[in-house]
């Protein structure tokens, strides 16, 4: 009781705390959030390229999609009784481990198979990680302000939807590639894409020529010129991995290249090869 006779507990920790400390706890202990909402969003800009690289039927890629939600249901059933075991932040580490995995695994897959248990595993933490980070918070945090840090975790959720959907949107080609779908409606699959190149360095350059690029696009400067899919930079080897890139992404099937660029262009076709 208070000198002023009320009876309303007192948490005299709360001034005791190293805020710092508690708010990068909180900060990394979120990020579990953030990476819910990033993968579940992220991956709709890539259907396209899922769909081409792995030949995949409209069955098959919805099971590639959604692999990351049977996951999450495995990491948040298993979560409490492995904390119980090991303790909450060993399991958080399992989970961070598991997402950097599942990340480099989904980049090196050569399948559909492999992407699908890339995804999955990536549920895995995504789910233990949603069931644990708000329990830690609260274990660390100043009773004064445990209900708006734990709150946290939904907001990285949010945050994490929003950033996947801003990067898509950044992407000019990604929206020309929807315009496409969207037009051609089921005739989609039958199309072929193609990719025209303005710009590619001379041999023994990484940097191209841009005085033909310019004419045509007035008003942007070097830098987002070469910003532009249609311009390429970098070795050879360095060419070849981009238009990979733009084949698992969004679905290029052909490639024109001027007429001036060709015999240049041809060492990056060696590489393709």
Not at 102 to 126: K, P, Q, Y
Not at 212 to 218: D, G, I, W
Request: glycine residues 10%; proline residues 3%; hydrophobic residues 45%.
């Amino acid at each position: 009781m208070n000198s002023r006779g009320d009876n309303r507990l007192i948490d005299n920790r709360d001034g005791n705390v190293n805020l710092p400390l508690v708010a990068a706890i909180v900060g990394v202990a979120t990020i579990g959030g953030f990476m819910f909402g990033y993968d579940s969003g992220v991956i709709n800009g890539t259907q396209d390229g899922l769909k081409s690289t792995f030949g995949l039927s409209e069955a098959g890629l919805g099971v590639t999609v959604s692999a990351l939600l049977p996951g999450c249901a495995v990491g948040a059933f298993l979560a409490g009784r492995l904390a119980d075991v090991w303790g909450r932040r060993r399991v958080m580490v399992a989970a961070a481990l598991l997402f950097i995995l599942s990340a480099l695994a989904s980049g090196a897959a050569g399948s559909a198979l492999m992407m699908i248990l890339a995804r999955f595993a990536a549920g895995v933490g995504v789910g233990a990680a949603s069931v644990l980070s708000p329990a830690y918070i609260s274990e660390v945090t100043p009773a004064s302000m445990r209900g708006r840090l734990s709150s946290l975790q939904q907001i990285m959720i949010i945050i994490g939807l929003t950033g996947a959907k801003v990067r898509e949107a950044d992407d000019p080609l990604t929206e020309r590639v929807e315009f496409v779908r969207k037009a051609a409606g089921d005739r989609f699959d039958a199309l072929e894409l193609n990719l025209a190149i303005t710009a590619v360095p001379a041999e023994g350059e990484t940097m191209p020529d841009l005085s033909m690029t310019r004419r045509y696009a007035a008003g942007l400067s070097d830098e987002e010129i070469l910003a532009m899919h249609s311009v390429l930079t970098g070795s050879p080897s360095e060419m070849a991995d981009t238009l990979s890139e733009y084949r698992e992404k969004y679905g290029v099937t052909s490639i024109t290249v001027q007429d001036n660029h060709i015999a240049n262009f041809s060492k990056v076709i060696a590489e393709l090869r």
